[in-house]
């Protein structure tokens, strides 16, 4: 079985870095991009599983990516987990409603991370029980 590749979305390198170890740790192939346009140019290059994306970016903030990618015939169908920083009351409901598939906010702990990207990527293979993406308070 192949590596699942996901691209990862943060202006911070620091952030980049963080997620490059605990999904290399767990098998997944990474790329990277730090902002708005390069998220959609990594995305056609690369046709990434997932997308893990942060709101605060320059050269157009995550809901300008979300957008972008959900009316683009190839690219709608990429999954996306928000990671940001933002405040959760607002965002959350808007990053959905705009295509997201969950809201996480950082900091996560990895295993929550691990276990909503698992979620994502392979519903049948995940356990339920552990994050519901619909539940407000994952």
Known sequence: MSQKKILVVDDDPDVRLGLQLRL???HYDVIFAGDGVASIA???KHMPDLMILDLGLPA??????????????????????VLSGRDRVGNRDRAIKAGARTFLQKPTANEKLLAVIRMVLDPKESTPEVYDLADPAS
Do not use: Q, T, W, Y
């Open 24 to 26: 290399n740790a767990n």
């Open 42 to 44: 990594e995305a056609r």
């Open 60 to 81: 157009g903030d995550g809901f300008s990516v979300l957008e972008r990618l959900k009316a683009n015939e190839k690219l709608s169908s990429i999954p996306v987990i």
